[in-house]
């Protein structure tokens, strides 16, 4: 990767990404097919991968806090259990079947945005926060699947962590993303350190990426709280329709 183009190009596609991480999920499924065109093999792409994501997770975490959206200590318990989750999914990160994986996220989406469309609508009596106790517990079990997930491939990640969020913690959509992006850079870290171990990481390309993917999450991240709930779900459900109809049909 020597092209000065090359490296504007994929700068400028990690800044997409990082929005669409940030406000929704999905970005991973730009950039995967990116690394792999560059001529990385899947596995060290699907590794590279997830340095960006790692910055992304910083710079995005340090842009909701910035606008004074805090989720300690409750992004930091799940993302303990994601982290878990994530060392298995991780090591096992070998080999699946693409067609019916992406077949399989697709339905999982299309269910994520029936349920953001039709889900009932809140009111002062059930707007309260359920962070604590059994919600806890049960968010904590589910994280722990979703770092299985995560580990084995970040793609579409974000989606699930947003529909757990919103329908056990009935967590709004702005506060939901902060928790997403905590959890996400929590068990990132372990991720990278599989990859790494395991030699599966272009340092060069996935630094590149990492400078466009947390700029894109920093100003996403700022953005979306300015613009509340409203912009973030029109644009969740957008990028859910949009993915969904890619992994379905192509």
Not at 93 to 102: L, R, S
């Amino acid at each position: 990767m020597d092209s000065i183009v090359e490296i504007g190009g994929l700068i400028l596609i990690g800044f997409i990404a990082g929005i669409i991480n940030t406000l929704a999920g999905g970005g991973s499924l730009l950039t995967l097919p990116i690394l792999i065109f560059l001529g990385l093999p899947p596995n060290v792409a699907n590794g590279t991968n997830r340095i960006a994501i790692l910055f992304q997770n910083i710079f995005t975490t340090a842009g909701f806090k910035s606008k004074g959206v805090i989720t300690f200590p409750f992004s930091i318990y799940l993302g303990i259990s994601a982290l878990i989750g994530s060392l298995i999914g991780s090591q096992i990160a070998v080999d699946i079947n693409g067609e019916i994986f992406n077949k399989i996220l697709a339905i999982i989406m299309v269910v994520i945005v029936f349920y953001m469309v039709f889900k009932p609508k809140t009111t002062l009596l059930n707007v309260v926060e359920k962070t604590s106790g059994k919600y806890l517990w049960i968010s904590s079990v589910l994280f722990f699947f979703v770092g299985i997930y995560g580990g084995f491939i970040q793609a579409g990640v974000g989606f699930i962590i947003l529909l757990v969020l919103s329908s056990v913690n009935n967590l709004s959509l702005v506060k939901s993303n902060a928790v997403k992006v905590m959890v996400v850079l929590i068990y990132t870290v372990a991720s990278v350190a599989v990859f790494a171990y395991n030699d599966k990481i272009n340092w060069q390309i996935g630094l590149t990426l990492a400078v466009g993917n947390s700029v894109g999450g920093w100003f996403a991240s700022r953005w979306s709280v300015n613009k509340g709930d409203g912009l973030v779900r029109k644009f969740l459900i957008v990028m859910v329709i949009i993915m969904a109809i890619k992994l379905w049909f192509f």
